[in-house]
């Protein structure tokens, strides 16, 4: 009988990994996109020309069929430049990855009202990806569940994978 419970021990310890593999490799795919987009934003410290004329010129908001300039352009570019970067770090990190997620998602809104046409190659999956990552967290390779305590216990029913046809635990 002692066999059984620590196989079903091993069992319960191992069950949780699969998910938080899925869960990485979903932080990585989301994170990948947005970063290198963030890295053509820079130059040296500062935002690029490049992408303050972007948002002061070029990028309009598609919104009930009119366009509408970028309200605060360089500000707009700055807060894309920083959010571009800093986001998807703390992604892949998994770290406050929900609210990474969330920010990702806010962006990925305002780029649909900006790029409309690009909605099923792009901004689709990456809502999706990141509605995901809100959802059932970054699992358990992450930095989340290493410093945030309180967080591992609160999300564990939804980072916790159980197997239907897993014998019940005792």
Same mark, same amino acid.
């Given at each position: 009988?002692?066999?059984?419970?620590?196989?079903? #021990?091993?069992?319960?310890?191992?069950?949780?990994?699969?998910?938080?593999?899925?869960?990485?490799?979903?932080?990585?795919?989301?994170?990948?996109?947005?970063?290198?987009?963030?890295?053509?934003?820079?130059? #040296?410290?500062?935002?690029?020309?490049?992408?303050?004329?972007?948002?002061?010129?070029?990028?309009?908001?598609?919104?009930?069929?009119?366009?509408?300039?970028?309200?605060?352009?360089?500000?707009?570019?700055?807060?894309?430049?920083?959010?571009?970067?800093?986001?998807?770090?703390?992604?892949?990190?998994?770290?406050?990855?929900?609210?990474?997620?969330?920010?990702?998602?806010?962006?990925?809104?305002?780029?649909?009202?900006?790029?409309?046409?690009?909605?099923?190659?792009?901004?689709?999956?990456?809502?999706?990806?990141?509605?995901?990552?809100?959802?059932?967290?970054?699992?358990?390779?992450?930095?989340?569940?290493?410093?945030?305590?309180?967080?591992?216990?609160?999300?564990?029913?939804?980072?916790?994978?159980?197997?239907?046809?897993?014998?019940?635990?005792?």
């Amino acid at each position: 009988m002692r066999i059984l419970d620590i196989r079903d #021990g091993i069992v319960a310890r191992l069950a949780g990994w699969p998910f938080s593999v899925a869960a990485l490799l979903l932080r990585i795919a989301l994170a990948v996109p947005f970063f290198r987009s963030g890295l053509t934003k820079w130059d #040296g410290l500062s935002v690029s020309a490049g992408a303050r004329y972007l948002f002061s010129n070029e990028f309009k908001l598609h919104i009930f069929g009119n366009l509408y300039p970028y309200p605060f352009p360089n500000l707009m570019a700055a807060m894309a430049a920083v959010g571009e970067i800093v986001l998807p770090v703390l992604l892949v990190l998994g770290l406050l990855t929900r609210l990474s997620a969330l920010g990702i998602l806010a962006m990925t809104v305002i780029i649909q009202l900006t790029l409309p046409d690009a909605w099923a190659n792009f901004h689709l999956p990456w809502a999706a990806m990141s509605a995901a990552l809100i959802v059932i967290g970054p699992g358990r390779i992450s930095l989340d569940e290493l410093v945030i305590p309180w967080l591992r216990t609160s999300s564990k029913s939804s980072t916790q994978y159980t197997d239907p046809a897993a014998p019940p635990t005792r």
